[in-house]
């Protein structure tokens, strides 16, 4: 009956048996391997067409700028979405050229070195703000939202994610 699904669905399918299974008091000795897949590889162009569809939105240019600035967050310093939603001005430390990742995933801290360009960027950014306020003052939907907007607008298959998949891709590939 199963033999058409996709191995992600008979993963899950096995794991709510086996934790049913466990509840019941029988033990289910089953085993099924996830396939490991790599994460959709990112072309710098895709990327220069999201920032352009951003940049001809017809809005705000405060607007424009906190959404490149997503832009660059994922792409230089590789944050995750929620990561970049409860960012404050006192996690960047301009004189010693790094941001502090507060209770990330796994609730750990980790501190991103700062490029030349994001270090420009934020400066810029948050002048005037109090050490306390949040840096960009968005939800993590929202920033998914933008995102999936932009992409939808620059005619590119990118989301939230994508931007920390050409991070990563970016640390890989300058060795």
């Known amino acids: 009956q199963f033999t058409n ?5 008979l993963y899950r399918y096995n794991s709510i ?3 049913f299974m466990a509840w019941y008091g029988e033990k289910l000795e089953t085993k099924i391997r996830m396939p490991e ?5 990112v072309e710098q162009d895709d990327i220069e067409k999201l920032k352009q569809a ?5 809005t705000h240019k405060k607007v424009i700028e906190r959404n490149l600035l997503i832009i660059e967050l994922g792409l230089k310093a590789g944050l995750r979405r929620s990561e970049m939603s409860y960012l404050k001005v006192k996690d960047i ?5 790094y941001l502090v990742v507060r209770q990330g995933k ?3 801290d980790r501190i991103i070195d700062l490029t030349p360009t994001l270090h420009e960027f934020l400066e810029q950014y948050v002048k005037g703000k109090t050490t306390e306020e949040k ?3 968005v939800a993590p939907s929202t920033i998914s939202g933008i995102i999936r907007w932009a992409a939808k607008k620059a005619g ?5 994610h994508s931007l920390r998949h050409f991070f990563g891709q970016s640390l890989i590939d300058t060795g």
Do not use: E
Not at 5 to 9: A, C, F, K, L
Not at 93 to 97: G, I, K, L, P, Y
């Open 135 to 137: 840096i960009l003052s």
């Open 17 to 19: 048996l086996k934790t």
């Open 5 to 9: 699904h996709q191995p992600t669905t």
């Open 54 to 58: 951003m940049r001809s939105k017809k």
């Open 93 to 97: 430390d301009f004189t010693r050229n």
């Open 156 to 160: 590119v298959d990118i989301h939230a």
């Open 106 to 108: 796994g609730m750990k």
């Open 37 to 41: 897949r790599l994460p959709d590889y």
